[in-house]
């Protein structure tokens, strides 16, 4: 079973940047696309991005060019790089495991997930 530890949130205030990284634990690491989704207080959990196996991202368009996805396979780990934060990017956020080499916008296609980390954004 695909153990994943997200790491990197915190307080932080408008404009500032952060750089999330989810943590792997097993060697096939690389099999799986990865996700990266967001939950705000009384709202639905929503797709950030995800890379697939191949390398390719996607994001959604709420933070399409302020984030960037990428993946070291040698280390298992997943990194989230969120620059230009708003308040509105404030939720607990979320890295999955897909249950392919593929990326999917929906939470269906995730198979393992992530504790979450805390991302708070002052203006």
């Known amino acids: 079973q695909v153990q994943l530890v997200e790491s990197g949130g915190g307080l932080v205030q408008a404009g500032d940047s952060l750089r999330l990284s989810c943590a792997a634990s097993?060697?096939?690491?690389?099999?799986?696309?990865m996700g990266w989704f967001r939950q705000a207080p009384g709202k639905d959990r929503e797709f950030v991005g995800g890379?697939?196996?191949?390398?390719?991202?996607i994001y959604a368009d709420s933070v399409k060019g302020r984030c960037t996805i990428s993946r070291d396979n040698t280390k298992n780990t997943v990194y989230l790089q969120m620059n230009s934060l708003k308040p509105e990017d404030t939720a607990v956020y979320y890295c999955?495991?897909?249950?392919?080499?593929?990326?999917?916008?929906?939470?269906?296609?995730?198979?393992?997930w992530g504790q979450g980390t805390q991302v708070t954004v002052s203006s």
């Open positions: 890379i697939s196996w191949s390398g390719d991202s």
């Open positions: 097993e060697r096939t690491f690389s099999s799986h696309a």
């Open positions: 999955a495991a897909s249950r392919t080499r593929y990326v999917s916008k929906n939470t269906a296609g995730y198979a393992y």
